[in-house]
């Protein structure tokens, strides 16, 4: 979704126009990337929260150690790919500082530029990480009364930060991956809330009526879509602009999807594994095209916009799946060998 919306908007100028399509394109229309993003937070929480659960022995060391090998060598690698395909390529300064930022993946923490926007999310991602191994430090990882009250603080906090940016106490140069960060990783616990119950529950087969913990969710699920809907109502003051909300639709979807849809299909998972490269290589691949498309004038130009994105979209599969086989994959299989864990299990895990 991330990826077909970026590819979308890069190759919108270079299209057929029909109407006032340029204001009216349905990624931009139903926010397939931020859509996307919030699915991703809520996917993290599902599968990441539960991997400290259980035998408690070196837990913290195992997950450590595999998150690393996890994100950050296909994050490397798109790091150097980025500095080529996207700011040499455009003829962009790259200096040093700038560039050691980014290998940290929390470059606006040292005041540098990320070398992809997209790398915000990776950032949240981090933070995640760390609290969940803080709660799991302190021995309350199992306790769900403690995790339903960490998703209310943190969806509620959302709204103290929003209220402390009007009021002049939040800078207005603190980017807003940081300023969003409470209903980010409120949206990630509450994936993680999901998933406790999914699993009491055997996916929502047993225990439904009696089981508390599945309406404490469904609670969850109102406040969640409630605060995270409060700001993205638009259609209310602009019915012509947007009247879609990708934090209202977004867990609503999450729900349907993995509590009724339940697919099993071979591809479907393929592209689950390999995800986490198509995010972090989708502009290295658009980009270099986008800046031949704006030099060439001529056969190329005002073609439907669908013809550009699915080659585009097709060439960054068959990337993402050579970096997964060839950086993302070994890198998994190592972390899992060094933490003492099966390498067997590194392909099941979509998200990163």
Known sequence: MVACAHVWEKFLPFARQSGDAHAQTWPRYFDLAITGVVL????????????????????????????????????????????????????????????????????????????????????TELVFYFACWLIWRIGLLNNTRFLAGLIVALSLAWFAVKGAKQMGVVPDDVSAAWKNLPRHLGIMFWGAYFRIV?????????????????????????????????????????????????????????????????????????????????????????????????????LWRDWPLVSYVIPTLLVTILVSGVVYHWIELPAINYGKRLAGTRATDSGIQAAP
């Open 198 to 298: 999914y699993d009491e529950s055997k996916g929502f087969r047993e225990l439904v009526r009696n089981n508390r913990r599945i309406w404490a969710l469904v609670a969850l699920t109102v406040l969640i879509v409630a605060i995270g809907g409060a700001r993205q109502f638009r259609f209310l003051i602009h019915p012509g602009r947007n009247w879609f909300s990708p934090y209202v639709v977004a867990p609503l979807f999450f729900w349907v999807w993995v509590a009724w849809l339940r697919v099993r299909w071979r591809p479907v998972a393929w592209l689950g594994q390999i995800s986490y490269s198509i995010y972090l290589f989708h502009l290295i691949v658009v980009t270099p095209l986008v800046c031949w498309l704006a030099a060439e004038d001529g």
């Open 40 to 123: 991703f937070f809520a996917i993290s929480g599902f599968v990441i929260y539960g991997t400290l659960r259980g035998p408690r022995e070196n837990a913290g060391r195992r997950f450590i150690i595999s998150r690393f090998f996890r994100l950050f060598p296909a994050y490397w690698v798109s790091v150097l790919a980025g500095l080529i395909f996207i700011w040499w390529w455009q003829g962009w300064p790259t200096p040093w500082p700038m560039i050691a930022a980014n290998v940290t993946m929390v470059p606006d923490i040292f005041g540098q530029p990320p070398i992809m926007g997209l790398y915000w999310t990776l950032g």
